[in-house]
C-alpha cells in the first residue's frame, strides 16, 4: 500500500475509507429494496462472497421506508441512492441508513439542500457524489462538447463546494464514464484536485466478460497508480459476480488478500484430465475459504510439478488421474473423479490440524 495517494479518511458506518485503509469492495442490489426479504438475502450472500459496503437505490418512499428493516440485518455498511428526490434523503436519513449517494447539485433549492447536510451531518452519514458521464450537465456538455474528464471533475467540483460551503467534508467521490481512458483520465484528474476518497467504477462496463476485462483496465491501472480507496465493478451480470471481479483485481494487485489463490493451466493437447472442469471446481470451493493459500491446477507433468512445489497445494493431471502435492511434495495418486473432494479433503485437515496447535 506504499504508494497510494494519502486521501482523507470517511467512515461509513464501522468502515473506513481512504486515509490508507484497505481498498474496500462495494455491490449494488439488483432486487427491488422495498423487497425486504429479497433484498437481504442478496445483502447475506454478497457479504459471503466479502462485499464490504453495499449500496441500494431508493426511487420511491417504499423503498427509502424499507432501509431500517434491511439495516437491522445485515453486517456491513447500507448506502440508499437517491436521485432528485431530497424528501427520500431524509426517510433513508431517519432510518439508519450509513451512506447517502447523491448530487447535492440536483435535489433542488438551498433550503432542501441545507435540511438534507444538516441532517447527514447530525448523524454522521457521509456522501458521495457520484458524477456520470451519462448524466453531466447541460451546461458543461455545451461547454466541453462531451463528458471529458475537465467536465467531469468541473461537475464534482460543484457538487463539493456546495457541501464545503455548508462546513460538510465527510465526502467521497466518484466520477464514472463507459469509456475506460475517459474514466482513467477523469480520476486521475480528480486526484490532483481533491483530497476526498474515490470510489472507483467503469460505468455501464457491460456483461461478466467484457465488464470485467474493462473495470481490471480502468480500475486495475488506477490502483497501480496508487488512486482509489473503493471499488464498485459494474456487471450485467449478479451482483456476487461484482464482488468475485473486485476481489481478483485488489489480490492480481497485491492490494489485498482475501483466501486462496488458484494457479490453473490453459490446458493443451498433452492434457489427460478435465482442467477446465477441475480449476472451475477448485475456484468455486476455494472462494469460500478465507486462509490465504496457494492452489495449482495443471493438466499434465510438463508444468505441474514446478508450480506445485510453489503452491501450498496441488494438482497435476495423468491418465484419467491425478496427482496431489502438499507443500510442494507428492502426496498420492487419486481417480480424476475424486481429484476435488480429496484435495479439500487435504485443505481441511490441514486446517484442523492449524486450529489444534493453537489450543
Ligand atoms: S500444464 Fe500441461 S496441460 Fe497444462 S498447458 Fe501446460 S503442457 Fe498443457
Known sequence: MGNRKKTKTVQIGKVLIGGGSPVRIQSMCTTPTRDVEATVAQIQELEAAGCEIIRVACPTEKDANAL???KKRIKIPLVADIHF???LALIALDQGIDKLRLNPGNIGSRDRIETVVAKAKERKVPIRIGV????????LLEKYGHPTPEALVESASRHVKILEALGF??????LKASDVPAMVAA???ASETFDYPLHLGVTEAGTLLRGSVYNAIGVGTLLQEGIGDTIRISLSAESVEEVKVARFILEALGLRKFGPRVVACPSCGRAEVDVFKLANEVETRAMKLKDPMTISVLGCVVNGPGEAHESDFGITGGKEKGMIYIDGKQERVVPEAKLVDELFNEIQKRKQKKQENKT
Open 68 to 70: 431500517g428493516a434491511i
Open 85 to 87: 428526490n431530497y424528501r
Open 132 to 139: 456520470n458521464g451519462g448524466s453531466l450537465e447541460k451546461d
Open 169 to 174: 467534508y465527510d465526502i467521497v467521490l466518484s
Open 187 to 189: 480520476y486521475r484528474l
